[in-house]
């Protein structure tokens, strides 16, 4: 119940509390000697330390999930941290080496019988894919992503989809000169991101995709529709000044001001 929390908490832009809640679980779950409610634990640690851009601590937890998992034969947090454990590695910059472990966990994950979290996990291999440069390829995982979200209607992350499909599309818009009609194509993802954590009232997704919305107005020119909207979403965080999000985006609000 605390790992659930905690993911709540962040997506409601509570990260701090989130992080605590978290903690809490792995202390609780290693109090009780309880192997399959520390395994879930570690793996919402990791997965939370990766929503806040701490990529060496999320690959730290990922690679205790793995060991005790394969320890206590634990399919599918095997298949699960291993995904983890690879968007790490990626975002350390082994991309090689991190998408083909997120490919193994994929094949594990669902070998497992798992749908559950799939969109999501999915979503990390889109991420991975657009770091080592290669849009076209994570776009593609997107649309398996995001189809699969709607038809499941596990759909918490769907605004990170968005963004991450606008990113794509605006870095394969650079290879392409610039493309004004991509440009405007994400901009458009980039604002069903926005709605949609805006009702969700899912802030920390909010603050990231109006981050990447910002920036792209702030290269049309339209520094003040960027200041104003990235300014709205950041004061309403009461917490998490540490966070690399809350960073960016004050470090952006005093260059569009």
Same mark, same amino acid.
């Given at each position: 119940?605390?790992? %659930? ?26 109090? !009780? ?5 520390? !395994?879930?634990? *570690?793996?919402?640690? #990791? ?15 990922? @690679? ?11 399919? +599918?947090?095997?298949?699960?941290? %291993? ?28 070998? #497992?019988? #798992?749908? /559950?979290? =799939?969109?999501?996990?999915?979503? /990390? ?6 770091? #080592?440069?290669?849009?076209? @390829?994570? *776009? ?5 992503? /995001? ?22 599309? *605006? ?13 405007? @194509? ?28 910002? =920036? ?6 339209? %520094? ?27 470090? *952006?609000?005093?260059? +569009?001001?």
């Amino acid at each position: 119940m605390r790992s %659930t929390l905690g993911r709540i908490l962040w997506h409601l832009g509570f990260p701090d509390q989130a992080l605590a809640r978290c903690h809490e679980a792995v202390a609780l779950a290693r109090q !009780a000697s309880d192997p399959f409610a520390l !395994a879930l634990a *570690l793996i919402y640690d #990791a997965e939370l330390h990766g929503r806040r851009r701490e990529i060496h601590l999320a690959l730290e937890y990922a @690679e205790a999930v793995i060991s005790l998992s394969r320890e206590q034969g634990f399919t +599918l947090y095997v298949g699960w941290g %291993t995904v983890l454990r690879g968007w790490a590695l990626a975002g350390q910059g082994s991309h090689s080496e991190g998408i083909a472990q997120m490919r193994e966990g994929l094949n594990a994950h669902k070998a #497992a019988g #798992a749908i /559950l979290e =799939r969109p999501t996990l999915l979503g /990390l291999l889109a991420d991975a894919y657009g770091k #080592a440069e290669q849009p076209e @390829e994570g *776009l593609r995982v997107l649309g398996e992503a /995001l189809a699969l979200a709607h038809e499941t209607g596990e759909r918490f992350d769907e605004p990170m989809l968005l963004r991450l499909k606008g990113e794509l599309i *605006l870095l394969l818009s650079a290879e392409e000169d610039g493309s004004s009609s991509l440009a405007e @194509e994400a901009e458009v993802c980039l604002q069903q991101a926005i709605a949609i954590a805006h009702h969700q009232v899912a802030r920390s997704a909010e603050l990231e995709a109006s981050i990447s919305l910002a =920036r792209l107005w702030q290269c049309w020119g339209r %520094t003040n529709d960027a200041r104003v909207m990235l300014a709205g979403i950041h004061g309403m965080f009461i917490e998490g000044s540490d966070t690399a999000d809350w960073q960016e985006a004050k470090k *952006l609000l005093e260059r +569009l001001r």
